[in-house]
């Protein structure tokens, strides 16, 4: 199926973005930056919560690999959540999902900040946190393709990968949330007051922020494509997994491996980065700092990059955007290896996961409108849950062998985007 799919008339080309339509792309795009801080800020605390959640006579190393083990487990959650949430955002709206993902976030993420620690009930506290992370990857499943899926809808073809990339800004202004907010616990508290409890108010706040999201969201209006399929009574009579299997292949197998490509800027350049440094002899507090640039900076090129991406080609962009993140990444990794780390390298690193713009506007280019959302849904959630559930707990264990393994993968990470980018390219001139 060619990049430009078969869309309703809703989707025809505009001139530019109205006042309604900044408002819609500004209030989905704040309402996921706080539901993903609700994801995130696990991150930023697994040594802290390796420390609390298991025997105290485990070593350091496994403690780690069992946190980031529970971090992944919100990741191999997503794909039943996300087909559950977009199998009736399809049949019975966008909207709806997305109201109910934040609900489904800041619960478990309050939860998590009122947990009882391994001292207090053995092993029965690392079980109760596992489940709370299975809860909010179920949630984030529907949030992020949801979300993608629906400011797209609001605006015309031509803007989608500004539209994307604004949301795609908004989910970094989550992670950068959960950034600032853990180097200002780290700095507040000292190491016997975090442990005791100052690891609590990042969980604790976070659940008031999802109910703030879920507020934020109810001035939120349906999208006219859907509107416009409920009008002409041209929604799908038969499951849409179904038809996204059976009529779609090639666009699920594109989305899988653009996801990929977007787990591994985001979980290895953004998510595991201060961890990693803190390993290399980097201190919490400018490993933090660095991370915080680096998102800011992330945050500019998504929108830089979706301008462009409208203008020039997304194929185009995301191969120039692919080349940046492996040159970056080596450049400063290699760096902070040597013992020389600069927060502003770091940054120019960031500035690579502005790739996140254009990846979910190609992939869900490939769905028409009545399965849009379970094939954006079924492809992301499915290829996230491999590689962004598999990828920190592998990276942890292989770079006890292997300093170089964050390196080499996001090199060859970059190399499959490049590629994808030209065959994108193609496909457009072909099609």
């Excluded at 706080?34 to 994801?39: A, G, I, N, P, V």
């Excluded at 009882?116 to 029965?124: E, K, N, R």
């Excluded at 703030?212 to 929604?235: D, G, K, N, S």
Aim: charged share 10%; aromatic share 10%; proline share 5%.
């Amino acid at each position: 199926m060619p990049y430009a799919c078969t869309m309703t008339a809703s989707d025809a080309p505009a001139p530019g973005l109205s006042r309604q339509q900044l408002k819609t792309l500004a209030l989905a795009s704040l309402g996921g930056a706080l539901e993903f801080y609700d994801f995130v800020v696990f991150v930023f605390f697994a040594t802290t919560m390796g420390a609390l959640f298991f025997p105290a006579d485990m070593p350091q190393w496994l403690k780690l690999v069992q946190a980031f083990g529970i971090f992944a487990a919100g990741y191999l959650a997503r794909p039943l959540g996300g087909v559950l949430m977009a199998h009736f955002g399809d049949l019975s709206g966008r909207k709806r999902m997305f109201m109910l993902s934040i609900l489904l976030m800041a619960v478990p993420t309050l939860l998590m900040g009122l947990l009882p620690t391994y001292a207090q009930i053995g092993m029965a506290a690392p079980l109760l946190l596992l489940l709370l992370r299975i809860l909010q990857g179920a949630a984030i499943g529907g949030e992020a393709p949801g979300a993608w899926v629906f400011v797209s809808e609001h605006v015309s073809a031509r803007h989608r990968n500004l539209a994307c990339g604004s949301l795609s800004l908004g989910l970094l202004a989550g992670i950068l949330l959960g950034s600032l907010v853990a180097r200002a616990v780290n700095a507040a508290f000292d190491e016997a007051q975090l442990l005791a409890w100052g690891w609590r108010i990042p969980f604790v706040a976070g659940g008031v922020f999802g109910l703030l999201a879920m507020v934020l969201r109810r001035q939120l209006h349906e999208t006219p494509v859907f509107a416009e399929l409920q009008q002409r009574r041209a929604l799908l009579a038969e499951t849409p997994l179904k038809a996204v299997v059976r009529d779609h292949a090639g666009a699920v197998a594109l989305g899988m491996l653009l996801t990929w490509l977007l787990t591994a800027a985001v979980v290895v350049t953004i998510l595991m980065m201060p961890t990693f440094l803190q390993g290399m002899g980097v201190s919490r507090d400018a490993a933090l700092a660095g991370n915080a640039l680096a998102v800011l900076a992330a945050m500019a090129a998504n929108l830089l990059a979706g301008a462009l991406a409208d203008r020039y080609g997304a194929g185009r962009v995301l191969a120039l955007w692919s080349l940046l993140l492996g040159v970056a990444f080596w450049w400063f990794f290699r760096e902070a290896q040597a013992g020389t780390y600069s927060q502003w390298h770091y940054a120019v690193a960031g500035s690579a996961v502005g790739l996140t713009a254009m990846i979910p506007a190609i992939a869900l280019g490939g769905f028409p409108a009545p399965v849009r959302f379970s094939g954006l849904s079924f492809s992301y959630n499915l290829a996230y849950a491999i590689a962004g559930g598999l990828t920190p707990v592998l990276l942890s264990l292989a770079m006890k062998g292997n300093p170089d393994a964050p390196m080499q993968y996001i090199a060859g990470m970059a190399a499959l985007g490049v590629a994808l980018g030209v065959f994108v390219e193609w496909r457009g001139r072909g099609s």
